[in-house]
């Protein structure tokens, strides 16, 4: 795996992903999975305030470091939103699991 630089708003990480997506995903788990409760039905999710969590409007990731021109750069509300449907499908995942024993 390779190493990224995610930054966004306040946060500023450097990890390990597939590809700068999977960072972006992954640094948005890390930052918000502490402070937004999770909620198993889209219906019910509340409305993203990305100030609220430290997050900027976009994310940027790139593989040579913090602030470069070349990061590639995502929309944050996608990248919540794509995190958010992933924490669905695992609960859901893992209820069905849990069911069948």
Known sequence: M????VQSGNLKMVLQARDSRSAAIW????????TLPFVGDAENQPT???EACGLA?????????FD??????FDTLEIVSEWSRLLVALDRLTQSLCSTK
């Open 27 to 34: 640094a948005a788990h890390r930052k918000l999975s502490d």
């Open 2 to 5: 390779a190493k990224f630089y």
């Open 57 to 65: 409007e976009t994310i940027r990731v790139s593989q040579q470091g």
């Open 48 to 50: 993203f305030q990305g």
């Open 68 to 73: 470069r021109r070349d990061a590639k750069i």
